[in-house]
């Protein structure tokens, strides 16, 4: 995988030394109709971490993804993300806060009636970023995925791994502090599905985004936790020495049962968990 | 399947009400400040006005054909057949005209407006369009909305030309009446009102059918099966909204401009 780095967007970067979590939820519950979706959910994400969000089909875990986006409310609780409360925001202002915040959605959302240049470059024209410089930018974000061989095609005559790079590739262009990855790797097969754990990690690696992710394949976030990208070799590689057996301290777990958090802790913490649900539900 | 109870049905209805209401003072906002997407609207326009000339010509000819074959008929008991001209004229500018231009338009883009925009939502093409920091009422609904209501109004007075063209046609080749004479009653006996009244109408139906698609389209739920229900509501609804609202316009304008 070559070496690739993405030029930092038009948006403004919060100091490094800024302690406020960036996504923050105190007991947040919501409910479809009758039935409760979520219930009570707190948790945070600092600076920097990757947040995987793990759990059976169903739980609500892609609600929970929505909902730090600000496309869901909640019926009650309060979501920060960065430091700024968003229930109460209105929907012209979120439009401004979205803008530091990139999207991968479980079928990729690609737009059909644009292609794969428009596709990524759509926030570059809605900003009116001038056309030479938003193409440049695209050209970087399609070599960060690998396909930028596929910039005139559209979504149609892509396939379905290719889909899911393209909106990767959408999400990061404006180099956002903030990615949320739903199901990045649903449905697709195990080895277009390591390309893609690849991309996310790349990009922890590289740009050091905090993020959240979805997936209910552990094998994946395993991989996640387990492996680095190598900015150097351009590779990504098992760490054999370092602290806590090269495990990366800044992906940690979260996991969803029923609309309920079952576990939040890092990665050691999950392995050596004793409760019976999470070693049944890790085996 | 269990019946739902009048409690809960009344509540899903003005809650409908309630979110239409919304979406449509939405898109009008949309027009008056920025951003404005010119390029979707003339997009809209060219599929809406241009796409749909071929059935608008079809319909108003056709109509008018059959309008001069059936009112002469009418027209010979009382020795009045020299009135088809007039009696075509007036039945296609002030009522045929718009409401079947409207009823067409309908079948044809609330239709396709509530199956793209209601594809777009199961595919969550609208739920990334807010992430990307797009309000999908104003990249979608609105440049529909304004394409709608403008175009209608050049497709209505399309039909009408060619609903009267029609008439003569009949008239002169199958009922052997003097084209001079059809083409100067049918002048004479339109008046102002009958044409405000006739031109009005389109932008009520053009409202009608862009808010109408685009509601059901973007509250479309339940994967393709949801889209085709979209489709079908969007249309029965539109299709039904036209002619209430076309009764209380003829009333206003009888109202304002008398018969």
């Not at chain 1, 098992?238 to 958090?261: A, R, V, Y």
């Not at chain 2, 079908?232 to 206003?252: E, F, G, H, P």
């Amino acid at each position: 995988m070559p070496e690739a780095t993405l030029s930092p967007g038009a948006q403004t970067v919060d100091p490094p030394d800024d302690k406020t979590p960036v996504v923050e939820f105190n007991d947040v519950s919501i409910t479809f109709d009758v039935k409760p979706v979520l219930q009570n959910i707190s948790f945070s994400v600092d600076r920097g971490q990757t947040l995987i969000l793990l759990g059976p089909a169903g739980t609500g875990k892609s609600v929970l993804l929505k909902l730090a986006n600000g496309l869901l409310g909640p019926d009650s609780g309060s979501i920060r993300i960065f430091g700024q409360e968003i229930t109460t925001m209105p929907e012209r202002d979120l439009y401004k806060l979205r803008a530091r915040i990139g999207m991968v959605f479980q079928e990729s959302a690609l737009f059909d009636s644009l292609n794969v240049e428009d596709n990524v470059a759509y926030r570059l024209h809605e900003e009116g970023v001038p056309e030479a410089e938003a193409r440049a930018r695209v050209v970087e974000a399609l070599k960060f995925v690998e396909l930028e061989q596929t910039i005139d095609k559209y979504p149609s005559e892509l396939s379905g791994g290719m889909r899911r790079r393209v909106s990767i590739a959408r999400a990061i262009i404006t180099g956002p502090d903030l990615i949320l990855y739903d199901s990045p790797t649903g449905g697709l097969d195990p080895i277009t599905s390591t390309t893609i754990m690849e991309l996310v990690m790349k990009q922890r690696d590289v740009s050091h985004t905090t993020s959240l992710l979805v997936t209910h394949r552990l094998q994946d976030a395993f991989i996640l936790a387990t492996h680095r990208f190598d900015a150097a070799a351009g590779m990504v590689e098992l760490p054999k020495d370092g602290p806590n057996h090269g495990i990366d301290e800044s992906t940690k777990f979260l996991i969803l049962n029923e609309g309920s958090i079952v576990f939040h802790g890092s990665t050691e913490e999950l392995v050596h968990s004793t409760d019976p649900w999470i070693q049944r539900f890790l085996e | 399947m269990s019946l739902p109870s009048p409690e809960v049905y009344i509540k899903k209805q003005i809650v409908a009400v309630q979110e239409y209401s919304i979406l449509s003072a939405t898109a009008i906002s949309g027009i008056f400040t920025p951003p404005r997407y010119w390029a979707d609207i003339f997009t809209q326009m060219d599929s809406i006005g241009v796409g749909s000339m071929p059935i608008i010509i079809l319909t108003g000819f056709f109509t008018g054909c059959v309008l001069a074959l059936q009112s002469v008929t009418a027209l010979k008991e009382f020795g009045a057949v020299s009135m088809t001209g007039s009696l075509v004229a007036l039945s296609m500018v002030k009522e045929l005209g718009p409401v079947l231009t409207g009823l067409m338009i309908s079948g044809r883009n609330a239709a396709g407006m509530a199956s793209e925009l209601g594809s777009m939502k199961v595919t969550e093409q609208l739920d990334a369009m807010r992430a990307l920091g797009t309000d999908p009422i104003r990249k979608l609904v609105t440049p529909r909305l304004i394409a709608t209501v403008f175009m209608l109004f050049f497709l209505t007075i399309i039909a009408d030309a060619f609903g009267i063209a029609g008439g003569a046609l009949v008239s002169v080749y199958l009922l052997g009446l003097n084209a001079s004479s059809y083409l100067h009653t049918s002048y004479r006996s339109l008046v102002y009102g009958d044409v405000v009244q006739g031109l009005t109408k389109p932008l009520f139906s053009g409202f009608i059918i862009a808010t109408v698609g685009c509601y059901f389209g973007m509250k479309t739920t339940g994967g393709t099966q949801g889209v085709g229900r979209a489709t079908t509501q969007a249309v029965v609804v539109s299709s039904v909204l036209i002619i209430v609202v076309d009764l209380l316009v003829t009333r206003a304008m009888i109202g304002i401009f008398g018969s």
